[in-house]
């Protein structure tokens, strides 16, 4: 099913305003708030708490699939949408009517929470700008006019996991003490039985479920303000791109426990070995319990650029909510020659008189 949120006054496609967390026609500006868009849609409400039959078929509902490419119509002016199938939210090609294709994120593929945009195209475009322009040796047209328009605001798709670790350890320490008095010298060896015991709370550790997604690029982004997280709307994507989930959360399970427990058990052997010359470990346990999944949507702005001398793709990222960036970028090798010889010859020229007169 494709959602299209339109105003009840003129017609035109509802955008969601990171500026001011509310909804607004991009034509005759009304604004409306996520009561006010519930009330407008309920039945996209009601469709958001069906299970999405078609995840896992051949030809999504409403949607032709060729080959990698899956076919939707938009329903604003017929005009074919060509997505891939991660695809969750996008733009007529056409009409540039945002589009949120429901089915993508509904039934087991809806998520728990959204973080939604705090950071409009505006603002995104002018960090983007200050921060390149610290850069010296960037190729000009990576921050041409052209380029900045692919700028994009994109919902990526993460696991967000909570849980508890117990852990206890029990040992030996060891204090030693030595002093010297006259032509003698003492060693004192004291030995104390250690325990420590304690619990720690570990909420949000995010894990990226895309599989396409440059993994560097998308965790570098983190973290995000987990306090802003609000319950899954798919009004929220309305005005920006947004993909689901390929990856399930058993993918990172053992790993994330594994990295867990080596935390835990390095936390309570420095606490425990803090005072004493030497630990000696007898016994340590660790349980990690109540453990929770969540499936979150996080706001990224993203922009690629395509370096053809050296057949690279770059990328730069901008979260959507802190403003924290990451990125890579190239370099102009032009630009890097220009310096060296700015320095190199006048240097040379000055050796040069300097040897002629010596």
């Known amino acids: 099913m494709i959602l299209t949120y339109k105003c009840p006054n003129c017609g035109g496609g509802l955008q969601f305003d990171p500026n001011t967390q509310k909804y607004k026609c991009e034509f005759c500006f009304s604004i409306f708030t996520q009561e006010e868009l519930e009330e407008l849609y309920p039945e996209d409400t009601k469709e958001q708490e069906k299970t999405g039959q078609q995840e896992g078929t051949k030809a999504p509902e409403g949607g032709e699939e060729q080959g990698d490419a899956i076919l939707y119509q938009c329903p604003n002016c017929g005009a074919q949408i060509v997505t891939d199938e991660t695809t969750a939210a996008t ?3 056409y009409c540039h009517n945002p589009v949120v294709l429901s089915g993508r994120v509904s039934g087991t593929f809806q998520p728990n929470e959204v973080i939604p945009f705090a950071i409009d195209r505006k603002k995104a475009e002018q960090i983007f700008v200050d921060w390149i322009h610290k850069k010296r040796f960037v190729p000009n047209d990576f921050f041409s006019k052209s380029q900045i328009e692919k700028l994009s605001g994109i919902y990526f798709p993460y696991w967000m996991f909570d849980c508890q670790i117990d852990g206890s350890l029990s040992g030996e320490g ?6 010297q008095s006259g032509d003698r010298r003492y060693t004192e060896t004291k030995r104390f039985s250690v325990s420590r015991s304690g619990r720690m709370d570990v909420k949000n550790i ?3 479920a895309l599989q396409k997604a440059d993994k560097d690029l998308i965790e570098g982004v983190l973290p995000y303000d987990m306090a802003q997280v609000q319950p899954f709307s798919t009004g929220y994507l309305s005005g920006f791109g947004a993909e689901k989930r390929d990856m399930e959360s058993t993918v990172f399970k053992d790993d994330l426990y594994t990295e867990l427990e080596q935390y835990a058990r390095a936390d309570l052997k420095g606490q425990a070995e803090s ?13 990690i319990r109540n453990e929770v ?3 979150v949507l996080l706001p ?3 922009l690629t650029y395509q370096d053809k001398a050296r057949d690279k793709v770059y990328y730069f990222a901008l979260n959507g909510q802190t403003e924290k960036i990451c990125g890579q970028l190239p370099v102009d090798q032009k630009k890097l020659m220009l310096l060296f010889a700015g320095i190199f010859f006048p240097l040379l020229i000055l050796f040069l008189i300097g040897g002629y007169w010596i």
Not at 174 to 179: A, E, L, N, Y
């Open 293 to 295: 999944w969540n499936y």
């Open 206 to 208: 995010a894990r990226n």
């Open 91 to 93: 733009f007529c090609y």
């Open 275 to 287: 005072g004493y010359n030497r630990l000696t470990i007898q016994q340590q346990d660790v349980q």
């Open 174 to 179: 060891t204090k030693i003490r030595t002093w």
């Open 300 to 302: 990224v702005w993203v």
